[in-house]
């Protein structure tokens, strides 16, 4: 008699003796990453206490002094706060919606090639820089958008003024947004390109014989068939509000653009490490933290409804 | 189809390939640029003599970088992350997404390790908590921060897990019947058919690794630790923040010739990933749509 198929009896408790001794090799599997998440994850959750304390390194968490909410009580009417709120809140609103309008308006375009070979090239170029770091594409992007940079010089060409794109509060978030769009639109296609592909070429047959020009198709069968998607991506990037793009923002700014360009991440940061105020930096994140889990739980549930999307 | 002549929509087409082509363009025009910078002339690149194309083409700039000993230092660095982090990443995601990837009448405290894997998606204790775990476990200035408190993306766990229970299920089974235990069926059933997943889940670890700077920042002092990121934000970041403050000759000379070095170090940075990018291509898009589109 095998005890090792576990199909054969599939109503038995969870710690019943026989159900153990079948399912020790999963639990076994499971140790090793159960082990690393609870370590680098949970216990990590549970440092959060240190928002509570007046937090000092030397004497760690048992030793340092307890402050309740004092933490908050700074955060909130430091008007940085304030700032970085808003400023989180307009780069993330602009990114999300360019994230999802840019992608699909040219995946609409992309669908109108019928070269197959233009497509590709065209496919490999513009999904290239997303595999490249921020630290990359921040340094080559300072190097382009300088005083002296060939942005400047070709808007001097045309008999413009240059413009300091990353030294200016006036066009920083601009430059943000455009160099996160120019960087994320071409991987963004992606998912949409795959749900046309999914199309069935009849209802193209039917509509162009129903007298349908290639304009009425597109609006008729192709947005449609992604319209579900289309949903989907934006029901999931409500979770990231309060996400502004930390890697990016980080090695883009500098103290000049800190009014326009100053985001929660990057201030965390800077209390953390820079002022190295433990106790605030921590409560700042705890803010964000919380705020993103409850925006995070709202999207996966719209998710779900709308869609019927499900993670695990 | 029916108006395929009609001069409107020649326009369009015509347009529309022009256009397609412009931004797949301007995609790169950025990175060709830098390229360019980093094989033309220290006098053409103060000129702005430089667009997408050598101008005077040398290799002045790659011998700067030759010999700068950190930036191999830290080049070794990240090859070395990339690989043990690879192996140590790759091994986590696999034991976590078989047994996640059974029914629940095959594993019925599933729901427990779901709930546990989600937890870590909804919530995470942000940036100071999680240096002072990995200051306490000891890990500071080691390659194992690097390589540890990153290791498991519940993300990877996910894709492996969707992978693995497309399978068909009469596979797992009948080994089961045939005697074989969990560890069995998965090294000899389950992951020769995961290869495909295993390559994308593979890249999605590299890349990550190659790309990673901040960890890099926060828990490493020690020079002759510091990963390639960390390195080149150190150099090219910090020194750009103040290149246009130059306001006399020699300095702007100065900024010339880190452009072009600066320019070299980016390529060098950039190349493993130009390498790999054929296959990131083909196995990213396979990735993100079986990851986010579901049946």
């Known amino acids: 008699m095998t005890t090792q198929a576990p199909y054969l009896c599939p109503k038995t408790r969870i710690l019943s003796r026989r159900r153990l001794k079948m399912d020790y090799p999963l639990y076994l599997m499971l140790a090793m990453p159960v082990l690393l998440l609870f370590v680098y994850n949970y216990v990590a959750m549970g440092g959060i206490v240190i928002a509570f304390q007046k937090y000092l390194p030397a004497k760690g968490i048992t030793g340092s002094k307890w402050i309740g909410l004092k933490n908050f009580e700074t ?40 070269s197959s070979g233009v497509k590709r090239v065209v496919q490999t170029l513009i999904y290239l820089p997303h595999f490249i770091s921020w630290v990359l594409l921040a340094s080559i992007f300072t190097k382009l958008l300088s005083g002296s940079g060939i942005v400047n010089q070709f808007i001097k060409l ?27 639109f071409g991987y963004g296609t992606i998912v949409y390109l795959a749900a046309i592909s999914g199309v069935n070429e009849e209802l193209y047959e039917a509509a162009s014989i129903d007298g ?25 990037s409500v979770g990231n509000i309060l996400n502004a793009g930390f890697d990016q923002v980080y090695n883009m700014y500098n103290n000049v653009v800190l009014e326009s360009g100053d985001i929660i991440d990057t201030l965390v940061y800077r209390t953390g490490f820079d002022s190295g105020n433990f106790g605030l930096s921590t409560a700042t994140g705890l803010f964000k933290s919380v705020v993103s889990c409850v925006l995070v739980i709202a999207s996966y549930r719209i998710a779900y409804k709308t869609s019927g999307y499900h993670i695990f | 189809m ?68 950190q930036f191999f230092q830290s ?57 002072l775990v990995v200051k306490g476990t000891g890990l500071l200035d080691t390659i194992w921060a690097l390589i540890l408190p990153c290791a498991l993306s519940t993300y990877n766990v996910i894709l492996m897990m969707n992978f693995m229970k497309g399978l068909p299920e009469a596979l797992s089974e009948s080994a089961f019947l045939d005697g074989a235990g969990h560890w069995t069926t998965l090294w000899k059933i389950i992951l020769p058919l995961c290869l495909p997943s295993l390559a994308t889940i593979s890249l999605f670890i590299v890349l990550a690794h190659w790309n990673a700077w901040f960890d890099g920042m926060i828990y490493i002092k020690n020079m002759a630790l510091k990963p390639l990121q960390t390195y080149l934000r150190s150099i090219v970041i910090v020194d750009a923040s103040v290149g246009d403050s130059a306001m006399y000759l020699e300095d702007l000379i100065a900024n010339a010739t880190a452009d072009g070095s ?16 054929p296959f990131l291509q083909k196995h990213f898009a396979k990735g993100i749509v079986r990851g986010s589109v579901k049946e």
């Open chain 2, 75 to 131: 080049y070794f660095v990240t090859i070395i992350r990339a690989l043990l982090g690879w192996a140590f990443s790759l091994t986590m995601t696999v034991l976590a997404a078989y047994p996640m990837s059974l029914r629940k009448t095959t594993f019925p405290a599933r729901p427990f390790f779901v709930a546990y894997f989600m937890g870590t998606m909804l919530f995470n204790g942000g940036m100071i908590p999680t240096y």
């Open chain 1, 158 to 184: 045309l008999g413009g003024t240059p413009i300091m794109f990353l030294g200016d509060n006036h066009w920083f978030p601009f430059t943000i947004i455009a160099t996160y769009v120019w960087k994320e």
């Open chain 1, 75 to 114: 955060l909130f009417t430091m008007p940085g706060f304030i700032r970085a709120l808003s400023n989180t809140l307009t780069l993330s609103l602009w990114k999300i919606i360019l994230g999802i309008v840019v992608p699909v308006g040219f995946t609409l375009m992309l669908n109108e090639i019928k």
């Open chain 2, 262 to 277: 600066n320019g070299a170090k980016i390529f060098l940075a950039l190349l493993p990933i130009m390498c790999i990018y």
């Open chain 2, 2 to 69: 029916v108006n395929r002549n009609n001069p409107a929509r020649r326009i369009f087409i015509v347009c529309n390939y022009f256009f397609s082509s412009l931004i797949g363009l301007l995609c790169v025009v950025p990175i060709l640029h830098v390229l360019a910078i980093s094989f033309s002339s220290m006098d053409a690149v103060f000129s702005n003599r430089v667009l997408f194309w050598p101008v005077d083409f040398n290799l002045d700039n790659y011998n700067i970088v030759v010999r700068d000993s």
């Open chain 1, 212 to 236: 349908a020009g290639h304009f009425q198709q597109m609006l008729h069968v192709t947005l449609p068939t992604i319209l579900p998607v289309i949903i989907l991506m934006t029901a999931l």
